[in-house]
C-alpha cells in the first residue's frame, strides 16, 4: 500500500546548520508531495508541496524537490534559525483520492542558537 | 481572516462520559476531516466528510461519531466507547485542490 517514511528524529543543528530531512514514499500512480509544519502545542501548517515529478516547491527558505525516480521529497534549508525548531510532516495524497493523506511518523528538528 | 477554529483547546472527560469537539470553518470548504496525532506519531483519520449531511469512517472510526449539518461546522464526539481517548486532535478542511488545512487542535485528556 502506499505510504511515507521520514528520517528519526530528533535532528539538532546549530543555528545557520544546513538542513536535511529525508523523505521517501510509496505509491501507485502520480501522487502529490508534502512538507508540514507543526509547532509545539499547535495544529500543522503547510510548508510547501510539490504535484508532480521534478517540481521543486519551496517557501519561507525551505525547498524539497519531487524526484520520482528515487520516490523521494527531502527537505533542505540553507541556514536554520532557532525558530525553525518544531516537527516536520512528509505527506502524500493520491490524485484519484483527496480523502486519503498518508503522513510520515514526523521529524523533530532542535535548532540551537 | 479565513482559518479554521477548534474549540476548546484542552478537554478532560470523564470515565464513561461522551465528549464533542467543536471544529469550525469559514474558509467555504466542502470537505472536513478530523485527525488523531498520539505522541511521536503522525496523523491517523478517524472521519471525514465531502459534503453535507454526508460522511466516511477513516482508518479508526471506532468509539467515535461525527455529523455534518452545515458545511462550516464538523463536530467530532468522543463516545465513552474510546477506551483510550486521551491524544491530541486535529481538525482539517480542502477546497477543490488537494490541499488539507489544519485548525489548531484540541488536546483531550481523562480523568
Known amino acids: 500500500g502506499d505510504s511515507v517514511t521520514q528520517m528519526e528524529g530528533p535532528v539538532t543543528l546549530s543555528e545557520e546548520a544546513f538542513l536535511t530531512i529525508n523523505c521517501t514514499y510509496t505509491?501507485?500512480?502520480?501522487?502529490?508531495l508534502f512538507w508540514y509544519v507543526q509547532y509545539p502545542g499547535e495544529g500543522l501548517q503547510l510548508l510547501l508541496k510539490?504535484?508532480?515529478?521534478?517540481d521543486k516547491g519551496s517557501n519561507k527558505g525551505f525547498e524539497a524537490t519531487y524526484r520520482k525516480e528515487t520516490t523521494s521529497f527531502h527537505l533542505e534549508k540553507g541556514s536554520v534559525q532557532v525558530s525553525d525548531s518544531a516537527v516536520y510532516f512528509c505527506?502524500?495524497?493520491?490524485?484519484?483520492?483527496?480523502?486519503?493523506?498518508?503522513f510520515g511518523s514526523g521529524t523533530k528538528l532542535n535548532v540551537k542558537p | 481572516d479565513g482559518g479554521i477554529t477548534q474549540s476548546p483547546k484542552y478537554l478532560f472527560r470523564k470515565e464513561g462520559q461522551n465528549v464533542t469537539l467543536s471544529c469550525e470553518q469559514n474558509?467555504?470548504?466542502?470537505?472536513m476531516y478530523w485527525y488523531r496525532q498520539d505522541p511521536g506519531q503522525g496523523l491517523r483519520l478517524i472521519y471525514y466528510?465531502?459534503?453535507?449531511?454526508?460522511?466516511q469512517k477513516g482508518d479508526i472510526a471506532e468509539g467515535y461519531s461525527v455529523s455534518r449539518e452545515k458545511k462550516e461546522s464538523f463536530p467530532l464526539t468522543v463516545t465513552s466507547a474510546q477506551k483510550n481517548p486521551t491524544a491530541f486532535y486535529l481538525c482539517?478542511?480542502?477546497?477543490?485542490?488537494?490541499?488539507?488545512?489544519f485548525g489548531p487542535g484540541t488536546r483531550l485528556l481523562v480523568l
Open positions: 482539517a478542511s480542502r477546497a477543490e485542490t488537494e490541499t488539507q488545512y
Open positions: 505509491a501507485t500512480g502520480y501522487p502529490s
Open positions: 510539490a504535484t508532480k515529478a521534478d
Open positions: 505527506a502524500l495524497i493520491r490524485n484519484d483520492n483527496f480523502n486519503k493523506f498518508y
Open positions: 474558509l467555504n470548504h466542502d470537505a
Open positions: 466528510s465531502q459534503i453535507v449531511n454526508d460522511f
